[in-house]
Structure formats: C-alpha cells, structure tokens
C-alpha cells in the first residue's frame, strides 16, 4: 500500500511570494507516478502536474515548478509569484499500477493581497 | 460542457434510504472511480471499474456498491444510507495507459 505524507498543513502568503509545498510518500512499486492537484474554495479537483518515477527531471511550466527526488521518496512543489487565485487545498496523489491513486491529507495555500 | 458530469450535485436524505450518485463521461475513457472526501481530508477510492466488465473494491467499498451501466456510465450505490457516509463524493475517468485521472465536480451527500 502507498502512503503519502504532507506535513504542512496550511500555509499563509502574501501575494506574490513564493510557495513551496512538500510531499513525502512511500510505495513499493517500482514504477509509479506522482501528481499534484488543486481543490480551490469551489470544491473541484483540478490536475496541475504529473511525473514518472523513471523520470527524475525537474521542470517548470509556467508559475508552477516541481523537485522530484526519488532517493528521498519526496516529490515538492512551488508556486512563484502567488496570487491570491492560488489559495487552495493542493493534494499530493502517487498513483500505483493500475491507476489507483493514494491522497494526501492536503496543504491548505491561503494567499492575501 | 464538462468531459466528466455528477448527478446530483447535492443531495440531503435520510438514515436507512437508498440512494444513487451517477457518474457520466464524454472523454470516451475505459477506467473509471469513485472516491469519497471527508472534510479537511483527502481522497479514498471506494471502487474502480477498468472496463464495463471489470469491477473492484478499493480502500473503503464496505456500505456501498458500483454498476457500470456502459463505458461512459457509473454508478455509485448507497444501499442503507447511514450518518457517517455524509461526504463529498467524486468520480473521476483516466484512459488506459494515460495515468492521469480526471475528477467530475463533486457530489455532496448528507445523511440525517
């Protein structure tokens, strides 16, 4: 079974700081995938980003940029430049074979003006 | 219009009834699931169907049931209803290979 850990909460920014939201998971799947997804006020879930575990590269797309470390089990995530449509719960999701995803329980992203 | 729809969006019913949360999908996926949230929690799978013939319980199937009507349909059935399953109840589809899962809006269900 996978586990996921994101021991942050929540987090309280000003606009346009940046936001760095950890995740540590354990799985014992050798190949797996790793997602991020945001759950605004409104209650959807949204997709932002997903990784492979064979696939250690870090990139960015847009404001959002992620740190994959296999070695470490971790998978963070950033927001540059917060704005104040970035507060939201963000869920930390690996997805073992099959598709199966295990949530985190959420960091919670409040971002004043 | 949205890939993946929820009927009801919310629903108030009683202890003990039976009630149908329905999931439809236009993304012409083959997996789909059904998740529940508690608040100030995260997702649990309930079931997941990979093809109209395949059905399987996930993390917490107990007090509840699935029907996979046709690709683009599932149900999810609450044969007694009772407190302690008032959540936020999610459906989502991925296609085979994909990976990526894409959720429906949420249907809120509260049981008196």
């Known amino acids: 079974a996978q586990k996921v850990t994101q021991a942050q909460t929540e987090i309280s920014v000003v606009e346009k700081e940046d936001v760095t939201l950890d995740c540590v998971y354990e799985t014992r799947d050798t190949t797996y995938y790793l997602f991020w997804y945001k759950q605004p006020p409104s209650g959807e879930l949204v997709f932002l980003i997903r990784?492979?575990?064979?696939?250690?590269q870090n990139e960015i797309s847009g404001r959002y940029s992620w740190n994959f470390q296999k070695s470490t089990s971790s998978f963070n995530f950033t927001i540059t430049a917060s704005q104040v449509v970035d507060s939201a719960v963000y869920f930390c999701?690996?997805?073992?074979?099959?598709?199966?995803?295990?949530f985190g329980g959420g960091t919670r992203v409040l971002v004043k003006p | 219009d949205a890939d993946v729809t929820q009927t009801p969006r919310n629903r108030i019913t009683k202890t003990g009834k039976r009630i149908m949360l329905e999931c439809s999908q236009t993304k012409g996926h083959d997996r789909m699931y059904w998740y529940r949230q508690d608040p100030g929690l995260g997702l649990r799978l309930i079931y997941y169907?990979?093809?109209?013939?395949?059905?399987n319980k996930g993390e917490i199937s107990d007090g509840y049931s699935v029907s996979r009507q046709a690709q683009a349909k599932f149900s999810l059935s609450l044969e007694s209803a009772i407190p302690n399953q008032t959540a936020l109840y999610f459906c989502?589809?991925?296609?085979?290979?994909?990976?990526?899962?894409?959720f429906g809006p949420g249907t809120r269900l509260l049981v008196l």
């Open positions: 999701a690996p997805g073992a074979a099959g598709n199966k995803l295990t």
């Open positions: 989502a589809t991925s296609g085979a290979g994909e990976e990526t899962q894409y």
């Open positions: 169907s990979f093809d109209v013939k395949d059905i």
């Open positions: 990784r492979n575990s064979f696939d250690e």
